[in-house]
């Protein structure tokens, strides 16, 4: 009997033992759950924190007018903001994952990530993208590390320096082009003076000689001053048009009128097929200097016994089109893209003879452009040239946003 009751009172000490064991693992099993889900809402809570700070440092790289490229420590592409798959002409797929050669395919931009697995940064440098010969991009480029001083990856922030470098060079070519011009007449008249001040002053054949040369040098000086004067207005920001009433028609007569001595004397017919009718909202000195341009131009270099014509019609609602022609030798087709450059001349001899000074054009397509319209030229050689511009007929501001194309 004893030995009976120690038997059931181990079991039942069993029995509860277990039960105690079994209620407190369900207790703890209840916590580790609890904590595992904790630890899961957490885990997502800091997984979509994440992914909200770099959808939205992403969005401001987006943003940016400049190109930007975010590596890992080993060089592979992270993100690349739309600025720089514009820049090198790439998608989104052919770049994520991927190296710099695999994607970028320039060698300066790897030995950029090598020089800074040793340095702090880079700045200033500049490199080309493949296949655009003309384009120039700045490099600034930094390493990243972590609190520990390990580096963990890259940032790379591309400058479009394109347009400016054209800049630069325009307004080198401009400054080189305006001094040829100025320096010419001035060499001419400073050494016709000089000579009338060494003792031909004396010599009444020799002034009536050199003072009609000074003085055409000096109208041409002149008349250089006076179109770089007038094209720096026009390329002004602040440069406005004061609109009136214009009848294009009557222009046209007065300023063929003017002309008609010097088509006279080439024997050169001006015919004027505008519409009496055809009036607009414009500046009418500034479209007056451009008549006067385009038809100076026509019968300067059409040749003896040629024909000038102009004409005008209504292309679409409230735009215009004009074309002034003439029949004579034409321009060569490589030259049609540049007349409008300042100083562009496709004769540059019998330019200069004629008194030309290499403006005129340009100072036509700014005007035109201020009344929002284009120019351009049309010409086969042998059979003369078409010069043509829009304008709308409707300006309502003294300034249009923008040319119309």
Same mark, same amino acid.
């Given at each position: 009997m004893h030995w009976s009751t120690i038997t059931l009172l181990f079991l039942f000490g069993g029995i509860a033992c277990h039960l105690w064991w079994r209620s407190r693992y369900k207790q703890q099993a209840k916590v580790i759950e609890c904590l595992r889900r904790d630890h899961d809402q957490l885990k997502k809570e800091r997984n979509e924190i994440r992914k909200?700070?770099?959808?939205?440092?992403?969005?401001?790289?987006?943003?940016?007018?400049?190109?930007?490229?975010?590596?890992?420590?080993?060089?592979?592409?992270?993100?690349?903001?739309?600025?720089?798959?514009?820049?090198?002409?790439?998608?989104?797929?052919?770049? %994520?994952?991927?190296?710099?050669?695999?994607? &970028?395919? +320039?060698?300066? *931009? $790897? #030995?950029?990530?090598?020089? @800074? =697995?040793?340095?702090?940064?880079?700045?200033?440098?500049?490199?080309?993208?493949?296949?655009?010969?003309?384009?120039?991009?700045?490099?600034?480029?930094?390493s990243i590390k972590d609190n520990n001083g390990v580096h963990t990856g890259f940032i790379m922030v591309f400058h479009d320096l394109t347009r400016i470098r054209k800049l630069e060079n325009t307004r080198r070519e401009f400054v080189a082009n305006a001094s040829h011009e100025l320096r010419t007449p001035l060499s001419m008249i400073k050494g016709y003076v000089e000579t009338l001040l060494d003792g031909a002053k004396d010599d009444p054949q020799a002034i009536k000689r050199f003072l009609p040369t000074i003085a055409k040098h000096t109208d041409? %000086?002149?008349?250089?001053?006076?179109?770089? &004067?007038? +094209?720096?207005? *026009? $390329? #002004?920001?602040?440069?406005? @048009? =004061?609109?009136?009433?214009?009848?294009?028609?009557?222009?046209?007569?007065?300023?063929?009128?003017?002309?008609?001595?010097?088509?006279?004397?080439?024997?050169?017919?001006?015919?004027?097929?505008?519409?009496?009718?055809?009036?607009?909202?414009?500046?009418?000195?500034?479209?007056?200097?451009?008549?006067?341009?385009?038809?100076?131009?026509?019968?300067?270099?059409?040749?003896?016994?040629?024909?000038?014509?102009?004409s005008g019609k209504q292309i679409r609602e409230g735009f215009l089109e004009i074309c002034v022609a003439d029949n004579g030798n034409g321009i060569p087709l490589h030259a049609l893209d540049r007349i409008f450059e300042r100083f562009y001349r496709v004769d540059k001899s019998r330019s200069r003879e004629s008194g030309d000074t290499g403006l005129g054009l340009a100072i036509v397509k700014h005007i035109i452009q201020l009344h929002g319209g284009t120019v351009w030229c049309e010409s086969t050689m042998g059979e003369g040239a078409k010069f043509y511009f829009t304008i709308n007929a409707n300006l309502e501001t003294t300034k249009p946003d923008s040319p119309e194309g």
């Open positions: 909200e700070v770099d959808s939205q440092q992403n969005a401001l790289f987006d943003s940016m007018v400049e190109g930007v490229l975010l590596l890992d420590g080993k060089g592979f592409i992270k993100h690349a903001n739309q600025a720089i798959l514009t820049l090198f002409n790439l998608d989104t797929e052919s770049v %994520l994952g991927r190296t710099i050669m695999e994607s &970028l395919r +320039l060698h300066e *931009l $790897e #030995s950029m990530l090598n020089f @800074l =697995e040793h340095k702090n940064q880079i700045m200033g440098a500049e490199v080309k993208v493949p296949g655009q010969e003309d384009s120039q991009l700045e490099v600034n480029a930094v041409r %000086l002149t008349h250089v001053v006076e179109d770089l &004067l007038s +094209l720096s207005r *026009l $390329e #002004s920001e602040r440069d406005t @048009l =004061e609109l009136s009433d214009v009848n294009l028609s009557d222009i046209f007569a007065e300023i063929s009128d003017e002309l008609a001595p010097k088509a006279t004397n080439q024997k050169i017919d001006i015919y004027n097929q505008l519409d009496t009718a055809l009036s607009l909202q414009a500046d009418e000195a500034r479209l007056r200097q451009v008549f006067f341009n385009l038809l100076e131009n026509a019968v300067k270099y059409s040749g003896e016994g040629r024909q000038v014509t102009v």
